[in-house]
């Protein structure tokens, strides 16, 4: 059985003490991904922490309407309030690319996406960004690149790969 | 989620430092709670297996007759030139060692010649690359070698790249036959016999018995019959052929072969080291993958085909094929990768565990085949954690000849020779970009990358003419001593990249501070300025910089402004503008099979269609902002020019503005399901796609899609010829190809590989 359905399940048996592990076991494992996305829109920490919260209660209470991996429901959702946050900000830009890309918060982690570019190259950095941050699925790259879906998934899991055992330049 | 992602992720996370506990979100959850469980104890986990508790490491060093490491010149640091300190270079390489030292025979009976079968050098130059030297590579000096009389002799083994002398032990007792065990059962078809399938033991005439190395084992036999059920393999000592014996062995058809066994796999795919990991278990035929690659697993179907044993395993694409001439289990590639080449674990081999220091929490288990780590397998944790040891006092150190009896945990420790620090000190200059950068700043005995990142602690190991710096676990550079050069590698055989030292005396840091705390440091000869933009990765991206108060004046000092970094890809450009007849697109040339000089995945043209039909296009590339635009030159194939530019998310051209249409087929006739006679499915999308359509086991569907055009098309009718971009499996071939559409009354047909596909239009 999958996590969420695991997790469903518990909640309708009402087992507190079982859906609590189960959504810590969610949270662990996906809290990455969730500062991930987050990251690539907001500014400030203390924002990022914020919507962290946000984002998986959000999930908690749509649990019922879920079905399938949590990941892309996760990130989808950090991407939404992210930029919902942005708009209600006038001085902010919603749009990452337009905004100045860096903060005091986050500056090791914008030095180790520059890694992480010198290391796979900017078009297979831009495959791992735009899959795990944006959402994009991959024949949704396939399209936007004129690649076959599967050279896309090869070179993403081939740039994941070479960033696991590569080392910092 | 796959681990590779888990493990960016992690990566990422640590490095944003973000500080979140589910603790604090736990309080905000209302998860309900059965009145019956009220009052219940939480349940107790027991989360310590009793059976790890009890595991213990017991290995055994192996002494063997004086192995003397290849000399060594002693290096010292002398000041160079301008008080930068710079070391000696040593004469010899760091390290010159026996290769596959478990069969190299080093104690001879009396009645024995010597034999240099099995010898090879491992050498690692000045780049850290470990070399392997056998064959005609090397030389072996056997002279000082007297035969039948008792004592120690020198033998040298000599290359090009160095050379190291080992010791051999002649003793009095002469070995009077052999006793044999064959270990494989039996050989299936096209299987050939290997030393390694049998023991061998020497039986010495004061009765003592000691094992036979693989490289003083022949094997000799008249013919291997498959038909004939059995064949006798004569087994003798290479040192003293007239010592032999005799073996009857099984020889079975493919069909019989039994592939149970634990299998191991040299993994390929490091930057340094190629360690020996767990590939997968074969029991009862069930199939139980151990490698992070594999994802398939159940019960093993098999099958013969040309003479391999094809397994498929239900539910997955992945499989694998056993090839008997090679006695290599292919498990396949995932998403056109090449197969993995695994092979069944020999005798003596066990798992041994690291427990990572550097990267705290991390565990990998490696084995020790034959009960020997490999150099492949020991470069690969020296080069990211330091040497092993078998005690975590680190005084007994691991190398290839250390034997390991059972599953054994190993420590390492990478010791810091922070006498070494002063060599690197400084700021070093990554010259790969259009303009210079600062790269790695070594300072007060800590290294960053550029001048605003933190500081991590780092050790320094001198290995031969170069200096092994880690700051952290796969985080490794190392310093060139001959070339006076920072170097970091990508991959295996692939540089990432080189740093020089800053010149001080000719050059001047531009630091650019942008948002609360963004900064880039450009290096800049003493006069020169810096540009408002930068134009990177052979044009496909561009840095547009906006700095208060500087206005490209010369540039003497070290000097800081502040401004804003705009940064643009082309890529993001990619798509089509206008409507679905007359557009204007920026796609790879390769989708289109445009015969452009030095295309490849970065590069890109700017297409002119009209009427459906390609009627003109030209390469794109950032060239240059002019007034907070960016624009490119266009040079097209029939030789006219023009200006492109790129506003926000819209392209201008000859005068004319378009936004990209994101669904360029939306409406038309032509989209939906179109089904073969044998009901194989391909999907034209509104996308502007051609896809072929394949179900999966568990119910869902894929479509392989491929970017497509039109051409000739009737939207009254649907007729007309759709071209698609075919890609060959690996990626390297594309071209474009075509599919008629036709009508007969309300059915579509499209010819899609000479194969009719029809959709009903009622």
Redesign the interface.
């Known amino acids: 059985m999958d996590l969420v359905r695991a997790l469903k399940s518990a909640l309708e048996r009402k087992d507190k003490e079982k859906a609590e592990s189960l959504f810590a076991r969610l949270y662990e494992e996906n809290r990455g991904l969730v500062i991930y996305v987050l990251t690539r829109y907001l500014r400030a920490r203390e924002d990022v922490e914020d919507l962290i919260n946000e984002t998986f209660l959000d999930f908690y209470r749509s649990l019922p309407t879920i079905d399938g991996k949590p990941g892309p429901y996760l990130a989808a959702s950090a991407r939404n309030k992210a930029i919902s946050l942005l708009r209600k900000r006038s001085h902010e830009s919603p749009y990452p690319e337009d905004a100045e890309p860096s903060s005091p918060d986050f500056a090791r982690a914008i030095a180790f996406e520059e890694w992480a570019r010198t290391v796979v190259g900017e078009e297979d950095y831009s495959i791992i960004s735009l899959h795990l941050g944006e959402g994009f699925d991959f024949p949704e790259l396939a399209r936007r690149t004129g690649r076959k879906e599967a050279e896309i998934k090869s070179r993403y899991y081939r740039a994941l790969r070479k960033l696991r055992k590569g080392e910092r330049e | 989620?796959?681990k590779?992602?888990?493990?960016?992720?992690?990566?990422?996370?640590k490095?944003?430092?973000?500080?979140?506990s589910?603790s604090?979100?736990?309080e905000?959850?209302e998860?309900?709670?059965?009145p019956r469980?009220k009052g219940v104890p939480?349940?107790l986990i027991l989360g310590v297996s009793l059976s790890l508790a009890l595991v213990l490491a017991i290995a055994i060093p192996l002494s063997l007759p004086g192995l003397i490491d290849g000399q060594l010149t002693n290096g010292s640091s002398s000041p160079g030139e301008e008080g930068v300190p710079r070391l000696e270079l040593w004469d010899d390489v760091e390290t010159v060692r026996l290769a596959n030292p478990k069969s190299v025979q080093r104690i001879y009976e009396s009645n024995l010649s010597f034999i240099g079968d099995g010898l090879a050098l491992s050498t690692q130059g000045p780049t850290g690359k470990t070399r392997l030297l056998s064959g005609e590579a090397i030389h072996v000096d056997s002279s000082a070698f007297r035969e039948g009389e008792e004592g120690a002799y020198p033998i040298e083994v000599s290359s090009d790249e160095g050379s190291l002398t080992y010791e051999v032990e002649v003793i009095v007792p002469e070995v009077v036959s052999l006793e044999t065990r064959f270990l494989k059962g039996a050989y299936y078809e096209g299987e050939r016999p290997e030393s390694s399938d049998f023991l061998v033991e020497k039986v010495r005439e004061d009765g003592s018995r000691a094992a036979a190395t693989d490289s003083e084992i022949g094997l000799s036999w008249d013919s291997l019959d498959f038909s004939q059920g059995s064949s006798d393999i004569e087994i003798f000592l290479k040192t003293n052929p007239s010592i032999r014996t005799s073996v009857s062995v099984d020889l079975l058809p493919l069909e019989e072969i039994d592939l149970a066994g634990e299998y191991a796999y040299i993994d390929d795919?490091?930057?340094f080291g190629q360690p020996a990991v767990e590939a997968f278990s074969i029991e009862e035929g069930y199939f139980e993958p151990l490698y992070t690659e594999f994802v398939c697993e159940g019960e093993m179907s098999l099958s013969i085909e040309e003479g391999k044993v094809r397994m498929k395993l239900p539910g997955y694409n992945q499989g694998g094929t056993y090839d008997p001439q090679t006695r290599t289990f292919w498990i396949d590639g995932?998403?056109?990768?090449p197969p993995f080449a695994c092979f069944l674990r020999p005798e003596g081999t066990v798992e041994v565990d690291l427990s990572f220091v550097l990267d705290e929490g991390r565990e990998e288990t490696f084995l020790a085949l034959g009960g020997y780590l490999t150099a492949g397998t020991l470069d690969y944790i020296k080069y990211l954690e330091g040497d092993c040891y078998l005690d975590e006092e680190h005084t007994l150190l691991v190398n290839e000849d250390t034997l390991f009896t059972e599953r054994t945990r190993i420590y390492c420790h990478a010791e810091d020779q922070d006498e070494y620090d002063a060599v690197l000190e400084g700021i070093w200059v990554d010259e790969s970009g259009s303009i210079p950068t600062v790269g790695w700043v070594f300072e007060d005995g800590g290294i960053s990358?550029?001048l605003?990142?933190?500081m991590h602690p780092m050790s320094v190991v001198r290995e031969g003419n170069s200096l092994l710096v880690r700051?952290?676990s796969?985080?490794?550079?190392r310093y060139d001593i001959a070339t006076d050069r920072i170097l970091?590698?990508?991959?295996e055989d692939l540089l990432?990249?080189t740093y020089r030292r800053i010149d001080r005396e000719n050059e001047a840091i531009f630091t650019l501070t942008?948002?609360?705390?963004?900064?880039d440091d450009y290096v800049l000869e003493k006069g020169g300025s810096l540009p408002s933009y930068i134009i990177e990765?052979g044009g496909?991206?561009i840095s547009i910089l906006q700095i208060e108060g500087y206005q490209g004046e010369a540039v003497w000092e070290d000097v800081s402004y502040s401004g804003?970094?705009?940064?643009?890809?082309l890529?993001?450009y990619?798509?089509r503008y206008g409507d679905y007849r007359d557009f204007w697109q920026i796609?790879?040339p390769?989708?289109l099979g445009l015969p452009l000089e030095g295309e490849g995945?970065?590069s890109y043209v700017f297409c002119l269609f009209e009427d459906y039909e390609l009627v003109d296009y030209a390469p794109v590339q950032f060239d240059r902002v002019d007034e907070g635009v960016v624009q490119a030159d266009l040079r097209f194939a029939s030789g006219k020019e023009g200006v492109l530019f790129f506003e926000g998310g819209v392209l201008r051209y000859g005068g004319e503005e378009r936004a990209e249409e994101r669904y360029p087929w939306e409406g038309l006739l032509i989209l939906g399901r179109y089904v073969s006679d044998s009901g194989e499915e391909i999907e034209v999308d509104k996308?502007a796609?051609l896809g072929e359509v394949s179900h999966r086991e568990d119910g869902g569907e894929?479509?392989?899609?491929?970017?497509a055009w039109l051409r000739g098309y009737d939207e009254e009718t649907g007729e007309g010829t759709i071209l698609y971009?075919w890609?060959s499996?690996d990626?390297r071939e594309q071209e474009l190809r075509e599919c008629p559409m036709t009508r007969e009354g309300d059915v579509l047909t499209i010819l899609y590989e000479g194969v009719p596909y029809s959709r009903s239009l009622a």
């Open positions: 989620m796959k590779e992602e888990r493990e960016f992720l992690g990566k990422f996370e490095s944003a430092g973000i500080s979140h589910f604090e979100l736990r905000r959850l998860i309900p709670e059965s469980r939480w349940r795919y490091c930057t995932i998403a056109g990768d990358w550029g605003g990142t933190a700051y952290g796969f985080e490794v550079i970091t590698y990508q991959d990432g990249g942008y948002g609360m705390n963004g900064r990765s496909t991206s804003t970094v705009g940064r643009r890809y890529s993001d990619w798509g796609v790879s390769r989708s995945w970065s996308y796609q894929t479509v392989s899609s491929s970017i971009s890609t499996v990626g």
